[in-house]
């Protein structure tokens, strides 16, 4: 099964370091990033997790959850989760999907056969309230993930959810923002952009950030 941005997130029912665990339910009204592990008790996933830990309370400040997903059972979750705690010097307050069948990985498609036939590889989907799936990056097995650019991209998918803006490459949280093409009348561009603009072409027009 291909996931394609905008499609409804899939649901699923399925053990977790913390139980059984209904997805949608879980999610609730938050934002959710969902991301996949080779396996347990390995370097790089130990160090993506205690990242995620660590950045609870920026996640917290722009209503996300984290869960994380491997093919591994709960039991063994659970043990790694205390060498995460103890090597990363955190507390994992996330749920880790124990997706042993698979059921969760073949569902969005975190499993690459040109990769590994039976690991996931470094799958992440941003996922916002309405369960609409608004971001995925895949990165290889050796290459661990880049948490800075998650948190990036969640700051532009909320501003731009909020204000009629997109955002140029590199942006980042109070940078200056992009008028889109489809707002041309000069009114509606003195209500919307009330700090004004400036327009190096008449396609590249750049505002100051609204006020969140």
Known sequence: MTIRLGDTAPDFEQDSSIGKLKFHEWAGNSWVVLFSHPADFTPVCTTELGLTAKLKPEFDKRNVKAIALSVDPAESHAAWIKDI????????????????????????????????????VRTLFVIDPNKKVRLSITYPMSTGRNFDEVLRVIDALQLTDGYTVATPGNWKDGDDVIIPLTVQDPEVLKQKYPKGYTAERPYLRVTPQPNK
């Open 85 to 120: 705690e103890e090597t990363q010097k955190t507390v994992v307050g996330f749920p880790i999907i124990a997706d042993a069948d698979r059921k969760v990985a073949t569902l969005y498609d975190m499993i690459h056969p040109e990769a590994s036939a039976t690991a996931t």
